[in-house]
């Protein structure tokens, strides 16, 4: 409840610069705990859960389980509904997704050098755990943060199809865009679209059905001067700074995290397998291993889905980016 709290309130009042983020997050989750709703800011709630989380939900489900089976080649792992614990994994992520691109995501102004420097908040580059990771992504479990990672490729992915649809009827400053040429500028409309939050993510993929209004609404965005500072940077470097991780803390000193139960606060089993009982100390390795894992979303599923010997070798062969 918490951070659907989270997500309606930076919806509805982002902050607006990096200390007003720092002060939001400095108390996020336990402000939330507390806070008193209005009836309107309910029925608000209500209306959003299902007009956009419960459809997205749905659709990454499907999309996800599908990648998952012919990932690993077996087919009938399409056909496994799904747990009411899977769906409740997607569903924080997508609100958790939804929070993260209302803090960090597309605003004019916000990211300029004088006041906002993303490489001061997550520095992707520092094997110490630098105070600013606790910003954001060290406010949840590894396997948590990872399922953000997941619903944003998946993002990313359809709205690279998108891009690619579209190709032809694209320009940029009045000249065709092509995006397996232009790749810097498409790299930053992709960030940028990806970093706009679930209601585009929602009309483009489900809610829009004419060809030509969706052509529009991706031309704006390719006219679109702003810039998105929301999960552009590496997975990687989040581990550090996780499990009670400090300054003076050899990395990789955590107890370790072997699969207990399919519970939503433990982590998954593919995670467990992934860490070999969860160290997650040697990290810098596995940049391309683990976009693949989250391309068919390894930290959503219950053991059910991945106790089968092809989706342990699918997890298996990361194992060998480390």
Same mark, same amino acid.
């Not at 209005?38 to 608000?44: K, M």
């Not at 769906?87 to 006041?115: V, W």
């Not at 619903?151 to 397996?180: K, V």
């Given at each position: 409840? $918490?951070?659907?709290?989270?997500? @309606?309130?930076?919806?509805?009042?982002?902050?607006?610069?990096?200390?007003?983020?720092?002060?939001?997050?400095?108390? *996020?989750?336990?402000?939330?705990?507390? @806070?008193?709703?209005?009836?309107?800011?309910?029925?608000?709630?209500?209306?959003?859960?299902?007009?956009?989380?419960?459809?997205?939900?749905?659709?990454?489900?499907?999309?996800?389980?599908?990648?998952?089976?012919?990932?690993?080649?077996?087919?009938?792992?399409?056909?496994?509904?799904?747990? $009411?614990?899977?769906?409740?994994?997607?569903?924080?992520?997508? *609100?958790? *997704? $939804?929070?993260?691109?209302?803090?960090?995501?597309?605003?004019?102004?916000?990211?300029?050098?004088?006041?906002?420097?993303?490489?001061?908040?997550?520095?992707?580059?520092? +094997?110490?755990?630098?105070?600013?990771?606790?910003?954001?992504?060290?406010?949840?479990?590894?396997?948590?943060?990872?399922?953000?990672?997941?619903?944003?490729?998946?993002?990313?992915?359809?709205?690279?199809?998108?891009?690619? *649809? @579209?190709?032809?009827?694209?320009?940029?400053?009045?000249?065709?865009?092509?995006?397996?040429?232009?790749?810097?500028?498409?790299?930053?409309?992709?960030?940028?679209?990806?970093?706009?939050?679930?209601?585009?993510?929602?009309?483009?993929?489900?809610?829009?059905?004419?060809?030509?209004?969706?052509?529009?609404?991706?031309?704006?965005?390719?006219?679109?001067?702003?810039?998105?500072?929301?999960?552009?940077?590496?997975?990687?470097?989040?581990?550090?700074?996780?499990?009670?991780?400090?300054?003076?803390?050899?990395?990789?000193?955590?107890?370790?995290?072997?699969?207990?139960?399919?519970?939503?606060?433990?982590?998954?089993? +593919?995670?467990?397998?992934?860490?070999?009982?969860?160290?997650?100390?040697?990290?810098? @390795?596995?940049?391309?291993?683990? $976009?693949?894992?989250?391309?068919?979303?390894?930290?959503?599923?219950?053991?059910?889905?991945?106790?089968?010997?092809?989706?342990?070798?699918?997890?298996?062969?990361?194992?060998?980016?480390?």
């Amino acid at each position: 409840m $918490q951070d659907i709290i989270a997500a @309606h309130q930076t919806a509805t009042s982002a902050p607006e610069n990096k200390d007003q983020i720092q002060r939001f997050l400095s108390t *996020y989750p336990e402000s939330q705990i507390n @806070h008193v709703l209005t009836g309107q800011q309910l029925v608000y709630m209500v209306w959003y859960h299902f007009k956009y989380i419960l459809p997205l939900r749905n659709s990454y489900f499907d999309w996800a389980s599908h990648k998952l089976a012919d990932s690993s080649g077996i087919n009938s792992l399409a056909r496994i509904p799904p747990t $009411q614990t899977e769906m409740l994994r997607i569903t924080k992520a997508l *609100y958790r *997704y $939804q929070l993260g691109c209302n803090l960090f995501g597309t605003e004019p102004d916000m990211f300029n050098e004088a006041s906002f420097d993303i490489d001061e908040i997550f520095n992707d580059r520092s +094997a110490i755990v630098d105070e600013k990771n606790d910003w954001f992504l060290r406010k949840f479990e590894p396997w948590d943060v990872e399922a953000i990672f997941c619903i944003y490729r998946w993002a990313g992915s359809f709205y690279e199809e998108l891009f690619a *649809y @579209h190709r032809g009827d694209l320009s940029i400053d009045g000249e065709r865009f092509h995006p397996d040429e232009d790749v810097v500028e498409f790299t930053e409309k992709l960030d940028i679209l990806s970093g706009a939050g679930l209601p585009l993510l929602y009309n483009l993929m489900i809610g829009i059905t004419d060809f030509y209004a969706i052509l529009y609404t991706v031309q704006q965005v390719l006219d679109d001067p702003y810039r998105s500072a929301f999960l552009e940077w590496d997975t990687r470097f989040c581990y550090n700074a996780f499990n009670g991780h400090h300054e003076t803390d050899p990395l990789g000193s955590e107890p370790p995290l072997p699969f207990t139960s399919d519970a939503v606060d433990k982590p998954p089993l +593919a995670w467990t397998m992934l860490w070999q009982n969860g160290k997650v100390s040697d990290i810098g @390795h596995l940049k391309h291993g683990i $976009q693949s894992l989250q391309s068919w979303g390894f930290v959503m599923w219950d053991s059910e889905r991945t106790q089968y010997e092809g989706v342990r070798a699918l997890v298996g062969r990361q194992w060998k980016w480390r």
